[in-house]
């Protein structure tokens, strides 16, 4: 069953938002495992949320409508319940684009979920204006896409090393080294790291490590059916050991179990990365 149907991100939105997923269907109950992405959140629920969980605390109910930011996730997985309906879309911002567009540094978001009206106030209003003559599930990404257009015209930058980072890691599907990475950059690894981290929310080594996740993730929705050991190679693991270690470590199971499972329910949001991806 697809879940959230996926949307592009707009010229003027491209390098904040990376895209839209918007899902409006009776459920009855579904849960929905997430592991880290690599990047954060800006959403809104209109109705059918039940609960959300992450690393083992339940964060309070958020009562629909209620718009959200969710930062990253860090060593854990959320898990998200819906009860009888789910109403709720989804902004997934670039590594950069929650500090660029709204400037809350990444590192204040770990593994929490908060509210747009006590984080972001003034952008919460005008996008709650737009969202008072919604009639039909389309015009919730209108509303919100005319909402983001507006908050960027108060966009700041992000250090050009740190945007070229995440540049360079997402390129390279995440294998690349962290020694490469101050190469080509030419800073300080402390600068880096501490920069990185304050911004994004994860170290550059953790994003690699996510990045790499992600694409294993794209080589098994595109249907190619690989042997453990090809898949490992495949996104750039040199030993099966390291490879195992690296999905245990983003959907707490064994490879195998994970590639036997519903990989859809892993995450409805989850970046495809490919060649043909810009």
């Known amino acids: 069953m697809e879940i959230y149907k996926k949307y592009p991100t707009s010229s003027k939105l491209f390098r904040y938002i990376k895209g839209y997923h918007v899902a409006d269907q009776k459920v ?6 997430s592991p880290p992405t690599g990047y954060p959140l800006l959403g809104h629920i209109w109705k059918g949320i039940g609960t959300v969980d992450v690393a083992g605390e339940t964060i309070p109910q958020m009562k629909p409508p209620v718009s959200h930011f969710s930062g990253q996730l860090y060593k854990t997985n959320a898990c998200v319940h819906w009860k009888g309906h789910i109403g709720h879309i989804l902004a997934e911002f670039t590594a950069t684009g929650l500090y660029e567009l709204f400037g809350i540094y990444g590192d204040t978001l770990v593994n929490r979920t908060v509210s747009v009206n ?9 996008l709650q204006a737009k969202l008072n003559g919604v009639k039909d599930t389309e ?4 509303c ?3 909402a983001l257009k507006w ?6 930058s992000a250090p050009d090393f740190v945007v070229k980072a995440v540049r360079l890691i997402e390129e390279a599907y995440g294998d690349i080294k962290l020694k490469h990475l101050i190469e080509e950059l030419n800073i ?8 990185f981290k304050k911004i994004v929310g994860v170290s550059p080594k953790y994003f690699s490590r996510i990045t790499q996740f992600n694409y294993i993730v ?3 929705l595109s249907g190619e059916e690989l042997p453990l050991s090809h898949l490992a190679a495949e996104a750039g693991f040199y030993d099966q050991a390291h490879f195992t270690k690296t999905v245990q470590e983003f959907v707490l199971n064994a490879p195998s179990r994970f590639l036997e499972g519903d990989v859809s ?5 989850i970046r495809q990365m490919n060649k043909n991806t810009p």
């Open 28 to 33: 009855n109950d579904l849960t929905v495992q």
């Open 139 to 142: 015009d919730y990404l209108i």
């Open 218 to 220: 794209s080589i098994i």
């Open 265 to 269: 329910k892993v995450s409805s949001f």
């Open 118 to 126: 006590e984080t972001a106030s003034e952008f919460a209003a005008v």
């Open 151 to 156: 908050q960027a015209g108060k966009a700041i």
């Open 188 to 195: 300080p690894e402390r600068t880096l790291t501490s920069r």
């Open 144 to 146: 919100l896409q005319q």
